[in-house]
């Protein structure tokens, strides 16, 4: 699989230190998780809209802590479910392969931080009709109860290839008082996004400066390998392990996230099972 430019997350501040922007770019990534999971037209960009959301959602992840954001809906039938770390990797997977081109969800958005097996935090919100810029806005306002307007847009080519995938999300501070935040930034993020991204990357933003504070490169890189998938097999138990290679001559495994095959052949397994004895 060719290699890819990653995905930025950037965190500033603009409005004399009164709001907080968060900007996400996942072109790379995004069309990574289309040729993984070969996505077709809608299902590409509402799986790189969801990546989007995860990035701008991840800012205050930090150390070893993990992101998580699943979403699953019961129109179109859909499940989404991204990792991403504060170390720069991230990794996704979406089902089904093609959608309609109606891609307004209706269903729920759970968003979990942990740290190693402990959760640090879990929200979620529903989604009503609504793509994922209007999943991410509901989930700021019901969920984290933020004063903040959020902006996703995602694209792909006439190969179906996503060729833009961003993110804004500006949150007003409590030096602001909200109805000049609401006045000023609500027709700024209803704009043209592309030049609103130009806008950003010469650091301005609804006609102030942005100070950028940080930003993270992330890529994507699954946990998944043939060490973890061999243990998984032998955690079934020796009778479990001896019946699957009287059966299937071997194991067969997919990872559902990066979509690799690992094929452990019958010797292989029972002599492990066997040593495990």
């Given at each position: 699989?060719?290699?890819?430019?990653?995905?930025?997350?950037?965190?500033?501040?603009?409005?004399?230190?009164?709001?907080?922007?968060?900007?996400?770019?996942?072109?790379?990534?995004?069309?990574?998780?289309?040729?993984?999971?070969?996505?077709?037209?809608?299902?590409?960009?509402?799986?790189?809209?969801?990546?989007?959301?995860?990035?701008?959602?991840?800012?205050?992840?930090?150390?070893?802590?993990?992101?998580?954001?699943?979403?699953?809906?019961e129109?179109?039938?859909?499940?989404?479910?991204?990792?991403?770390?504060?170390?720069?990797?991230?990794?996704?997977?979406?089902?089904?392969?093609?959608?309609?081109?109606?891609?307004?969800?209706?269903?729920?958005?759970?968003?979990?931080?942990?740290?190693?097996?402990?959760?640090?935090?879990?929200?979620?919100?529903?989604?009503?009709?609504?793509?994922?810029?209007?999943?991410?806005?509901?989930?700021?306002?019901?969920s984290?109860?933020?004063?903040?307007r959020?902006?996703?847009?995602?694209?792909?080519?006439t190969?179906?290839?996503?060729?833009?995938?961003?993110?804004?999300?500006?949150?007003?501070?409590?030096?602001?008082?909200?109805?000049?935040?609401?006045?000023?930034?609500?027709?700024?993020?209803?704009?043209d996004?592309?030049?609103?991204?130009?806008?950003?990357?010469?650091?301005?933003?609804?006609?102030?400066?942005?100070?950028?504070?940080?930003?993270?490169?992330?890529?994507?890189?699954?946990?998944?390998?043939?060490?973890?998938?061999?243990?998984?097999?032998?955690?079934?138990?020796?009778?479990?392990?001896?019946?699957?290679?009287?059966?299937?001559?071997?194991?067969?495994?997919?990872?559902?996230?990066?979509?690799?095959?690992?094929?452990?052949?019958?010797?292989?397994?029972?002599?492990?099972?066997?040593?495990?004895s």
């Amino acid at each position: 699989m060719p290699a890819r430019p990653p995905g930025r997350l950037l965190v500033g501040l603009t409005a004399d230190g009164a709001v907080r922007v968060l900007a996400a770019v996942v072109d790379g990534p995004a069309d990574e998780v289309r040729e993984r999971h070969q996505l077709t037209r809608n299902s590409a960009i509402l799986a790189a809209e969801g990546l989007v959301a995860s990035l701008l959602l991840s800012a205050h992840v930090k150390g070893e802590e993990r992101l998580t954001v699943d979403v699953r809906t019961e129109r179109p039938p859909m499940v989404f479910v991204a990792d991403v770390e504060a170390t720069g990797v991230l990794r996704a997977r979406f089902s089904p392969t093609k959608l309609p081109p109606d891609r307004r969800m209706n269903g729920m958005m759970s968003v979990m931080k942990s740290l190693g097996p402990h959760t640090l935090y879990r929200g979620v919100a529903e989604i009503r009709r609504e793509g994922f810029e209007g999943a991410l806005q509901r989930y700021l306002d019901t969920s984290q109860q933020s004063d903040a307007r959020v902006r996703i847009q995602a694209e792909v080519d006439t190969e179906g290839k996503v060729v833009f995938a961003a993110g804004l999300l500006v949150e007003r501070l409590p030096e602001l008082d909200p109805q000049s935040f609401a006045d000023r930034y609500e027709p700024a993020l209803k704009g043209d996004f592309r030049r609103l991204m130009t806008e950003f990357a010469f650091a301005q933003l609804a006609g102030s400066p942005v100070e950028v504070l940080g930003s993270q490169d992330f890529v994507f890189r699954c946990t998944c390998s043939r060490e973890r998938v061999l243990a998984t097999l032998l955690a079934l138990g020796r009778e479990e392990v001896e019946s699957l290679v009287a059966e299937q001559g071997g194991a067969e495994v997919t990872c559902n996230y990066c979509n690799e095959v690992y094929r452990v052949p019958g010797a292989e397994l029972l002599q492990a099972v066997g040593s495990e004895s």
